[in-house]
């Protein structure tokens, strides 16, 4: 593996820190009753977001779903907009229209998580093709995860992007569930990347719990694409931490493969990797993730005492 | 208590608009092995909403099946096993999702007996859900009746109470044509008297859910207990409200519909789905069409904002009918102001 620097794996880690302090801190807030409806967290998939965020610029795009927190911060969401949103604030990204499901950050080219499961799918697609058609060099990734790859769209998507040669990276985070149905009974081939071959699609496989792996696979996709090479499909493997949504236990999940992939944190994998890699002291290590807690908890005070939308402003929009 | 009701047997038990939904799946199962299930978990999950728990140990993997995330093809499919002689209950977590599979509700499924001059039958049935429920945002919480309501060769069945849940049912899935079958999300914990025997609600009758003279509420699914609740709010100041439930949208019981209004002279139809376009708009029409002299005021509508049901529940709340809205409503009909 290439060696990274100190500043670039402190980066990922970072990251990586902050999708998990999000997630619990929200998930707290949402045990309290300050969050409603439908919260799916982004638990043991922090590598992915990070990873492929990192290989992105600015003027990129990306479509995420409905676990979409992760995609979100990496990509480099402001914590305030984002719990305000949780909270439906007049503050949140959404003005509390829309939501855990629904949050986006258009002008920063975050086209929004979504409550359809593959929803986002033909919009990255879009969002490729628009890019295409004016000349630029901006990439654009969708994120799906594998029940999202049993819709129609993935494969209508695929073949266009294929056909197209559009700059589009589709990226299948295979947490092997949606919902509680396992990917391989309702496939016969739960190796997702194998599908790309049959449109022409340059596929790819990695290990999503490792953010070095999944960035450096990033990275090479996305210079196919600026380079007119594209699509490309990357599969990354991992499996989420606890149940599909807040209120879900879980139950279905066998103890040993949640073990297992537990016993492979990304997050603690990430700093293994500042550390080892990066040559940082504990103590930088430390740092980083007081700054990052700081940070949070600054995000919630501002949520919570934020107004909520006004509702006659409301009832005048509609 | 409706008149369906206290015209049925005696023995009776109270039981969730759920487990009815899951007699009915159960009882007609039983009855005919043509009968079987598909849908995103309903087979090992039981079902996100718990309609379909425990009958994948009885019947088995062949007649309960978990679909993949392919809406468009798992409905499409039901299509297709019905016209060669199953009778598929198809379930669509939430109606929103119903969206991706468009083509072969519309196109396939209310053409198919048309085309075919007649000869060919869709005794297909699809089990969604829909409505407002608690902070679940615009792609979870459409009403959306109106665009099935609107297509020609569609049945369109959405009840409010666990007896009809269960009658209207097992009613479907003995039906030939093809049924959109939309329950609510709020209604699936609520409880309700069901016979202790077998029994079925034959598609298109109407249920006057509380009699009243002064008015007629006219509401289905959930909107059904909304209308109740003002109803005996009202009956404290002396107004007599009857609560009318279509329960069948398509066909829709309009002799019974018009007798209500010959009586009360007055009507509010209470809708939870937005007003544009709507089956509110629809019922308003035929009752001027057919009893426009008995009437003592223009007919008023109840009905949800035009617009996406935002995330924040103030303003989720804004945007369907309350029951003080309900109330207040009847109120300025009677009085005439
Ligand atoms: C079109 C559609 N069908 C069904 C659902 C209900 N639903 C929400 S999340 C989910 C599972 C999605 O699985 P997957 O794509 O693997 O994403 P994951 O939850 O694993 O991130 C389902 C079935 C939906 N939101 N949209
Ligand atoms: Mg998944």
């Known amino acids: 593996m290439a060696k990274y620097s100190k500043a670039m794996l402190a980066g990922l880690y970072k990251t990586l820190y902050t999708i998990r302090v999000f997630e619990n801190s929200c998930i707290k807030l949402y ?35 409905h676990r979409g927190h992760g995609h979100c911060i990496a990509w480099g969401g402001d914590l305030k907009k984002m719990v305000a949103e949780l909270l439906g604030k007049e503050t949140g990204y959404c003005s509390g229209r829309g939501g855990s499901m629904h949050i986006a950050d258009i002008t920063a080219g975050n086209l929004g998580a979504n409550g359809i499961v593959g929803g986002g799918i033909p919009l990255g697609l879009g969002a490729a093709l628009g890019a295409s058609i004016r000349g630029e060099r901006r990439v654009a990734v969708t994120f799906a995860s594998d029940g999202a790859s049993n819709n129609g769209v993935f494969a209508e998507s695929l073949n266009m992007a294929g056909a197209w040669n559009l700059p589009y990276i589709l990226v299948i985070e295979n947490n092997q569930y949606a919902v509680s149905t396992p990917i391989e009974e309702v496939t016969r081939v739960s190796d997702l990347y194998k599908r790309g071959p049959g449109y022409g699609v340059e596929s790819v496989c990695v290990d999503g719990n490792d953010v070095l792996e999944v960035y450096q696979q990033a990275k090479e996709a996305v210079t196919l694409c600026r380079r007119g090479k594209g699509p490309v499909l990357l599969e990354a493997k991992t499996y989420r931490h606890m149940g599909h949504h807040v209120n879900d236990p879980g139950a279905y999940m066998p103890e040993e493969t949640l073990a297992y992939y537990k016993s492979k944190d990304p997050v603690k994998i ?36 934020s107004p909520e939308p006004s509702l006659e402003e409301f009832l005048k929009e509609v | 208590m409706s008149t369906t009701q206290e015209t049925a047997q005696a023995r009776t038990r109270t039981i969730m608009y759920r487990e009815a939904l899951n007699e009915a799946l159960r009882e007609e199962m039983r009855r005919d092995p043509k009968v079987f299930l598909m849908g995103e ?36 499919a039901g299509v297709g096993a019905a016209i060669t002689g199953m009778r598929p209950v198809v379930e ?63 049945k369109l069945i959405m009840p409010s109470t666990p007896y009809d849940a269960k009658g209207l049912l097992k009613s479907a899935i003995r039906e030939d044509d093809p049924v959109i079958f939309i329950e609510h999300k709020l209604l699936y914990m609520t409880t309700g008297e ?65 007798d209500s209004v010959k009586k009360t002279e007055n009507v ?70």
């Open chain 1, 31 to 65: 045990r309290q009753g300050l969050i409603r409806g439908y919260f799916h967290p982004y638990l043991g998939q922090e590598a992915i977001a990070t990873g492929v965020c990192a290989a992105l610029e600015k003027d990129d795009y990306i479509t995420s779903t």
């Open chain 1, 270 to 305: 990430g700093r293994k990797y500042l550390l080892e890699m990066g040559k940082a002291t504990e103590e930088e290590a430390r740092d980083i993730e007081k700054a990052v807690e700081h940070e949070m908890e600054e995000a919630i005070e501002f949520a919570v005492t």
């Open chain 2, 41 to 76: 978990g309903v087979a090992q999950r039981g079902g996100s909403y718990k309609v379909t728990t425990g009958l994948l140990d009885e019947f088995g993997p062949k007649r309960v099946m978990d679909t993949p995330i392919s809406e468009a093809s798992f409905v499409g």
């Open chain 2, 92 to 154: 669509i977590l939430f109606v929103d999702f119903a969206m991706l599979a468009l083509d072969q509700i519309a196109n396939q499924a209310a053409k198919f007996k048309f085309i075919t001059g007649g000869k060919g039958k869709v005794p297909l049935v699809l089990r969604t859900q829909g409505g407002v429920g608690s902070g679940l945002a615009a792609q979870h919480s459409q009403s959306l009746e109106a665009l099935f309501y609107h297509i020609p060769g569609l």
């Open chain 2, 194 to 258: 069901v016979p202790e025997e077998e029994y079925s609600i034959e598609l298109g009758k109407a249920d006057i859910k509380r009699r009243g003279t002064d008015v007629t509420i006219i509401a289905w699914s959930h909107m059904v207990l909304r209308a109740l609740a003002a109803a005996e709010k009202l009956a404290e100041e002396g107004i007599e409200a009857e609560v009318f439930d279509p329960r069948s949208l398509v066909p829709l019981d309009k002799e019974m519909i018009i």
């Open chain 2, 268 to 337: 509010v139809i209470v809708q939870e789905a937005v007003r544009r376009g709507g089956i509110a708009s629809d019922i308003a029409s035929i009752i001027q069409a057919e009893a426009f002299d008995y009437l003592d005021g223009p007919i008023e509508i109840l009905a949800g904002k035009n617009t996406p049901i935002p995330f924040n529940l103030n303003l989720e709340k804004a945007c369907v009918p309350q029951e003080e809205d309900i109330i207040e409503a009847v109120r300025r009909m009677v009085s005439g102001t």
